[in-house]
């Protein structure tokens, strides 16, 4: 089971109607989810090895736009500015990603929900902690450049903590926090798939993982694996938001 990303210049649109009234009716859990697609969207186009000054500009202006009118939309689906200001984040966040490229959280959402029937969103939801708190090696001693870009996202949307490490984890738990007020598991197993389901597919996840284009640039780019490092991680319960709660990155989390 296989999720195909279709890349082509030809695919790009000329132009990009973004009217809310056509995502007025669009139910919260799918609010919910696509919201978090856009917020992922944007997170690994801002450290994407091809990011640069101009995708770097969508991208933030996609997440404070995110911070501002998520939760806004999901509680209130008639709130009009709240449902344009995503459409605008949703755009922004796609000329961010068609330009500088995504990440791992991207490569193992397009295979883990065409395994179990997720929505591509929640997916890239429940992963995006885990796999940003990998990316910034915020499991161990030594912090990455990526890291350095996680704490520029949290003082873009003033939850910085007083330096890199704390920064990078106010971040990831920030995204925990809206997972669980959009209403999102924290892990796979709260999804209903069973631990022997999981285990079944796991290597095969893996190796589709790995061979996402989304995930391709990482593995000639990085100077360690990092991905294969990732995707071997046994498969842990990890739900708390506070640090004090996470050890080693549970990819999948299972």
């Known amino acids: 089971a296989a999720k195909y990303p279709l890349v082509n210049d030809e695919l790009y649109p000329d132009i990009a109607v973004l009217d809310a009234e056509l995502v007025k009716t669009v139910p919260p859990a799918i609010t919910a989810a696509t919201g978090m697609d856009v917020f992922t969207h944007a ?8 990011a640069n000054h101009f995708t770097d500009a969508c991208a933030e202006k996609a997440m404070k736009l995110v911070r501002s009118y998520l939760l806004r939309c999901y509680k209130n689906p008639e709130d009009m500015e709240a449902r344009q200001g995503m459409h605008d984040a949703s755009c922004l966040a796609g000329i961010a990603f068609t330009n500088a ?6 490569g193992m959402a397009h295979t883990f929900g065409a395994h179990f029937h997720v929505p591509h969103g929640k997916a890239n939801a429940i992963l995006l902690p ?5 990316n910034a090696g915020c499991y161990d001693s030594q912090l990455t450049d990526v890291a350095k870009k996680y704490a520029r996202i949290s003082r873009l949307l003033r939850i910085e903590g007083p ?8 971040l990831i738990r920030t995204m925990r926090q809206y997972n669980t007020r959009l209403g999102i598991p924290a892990t796979i197993k709260e999804l209903g798939i069973s631990k022997e389901e999981f285990e079944s597919v796991l290597d095969e996840m893996c190796k589709a993982a790995k061979a996402d284009n989304c995930t391709q640039p990482l593995l000639t780019q990085i100077p360690v694996d990092l991905v294969t490092c990732v995707l071997k991680m046994p498969c ?3 739900n708390a938001p506070d640090k004090s709660a996470i050890r080693k990155p549970a990819i999948f989390p299972y």
Do not use: D, K
């Open 163 to 170: 330096g890199i490490r704390q920064s990078a984890f106010s």
């Open 236 to 238: 842990t319960l990890i």
């Open 130 to 134: 885990y796999v940003m708190g990998f």
């Open 101 to 106: 490229g995504l990440g791992l959280v991207h």
């Open 43 to 50: 997170v690994e186009a801002f450290v994407c090895t091809e």
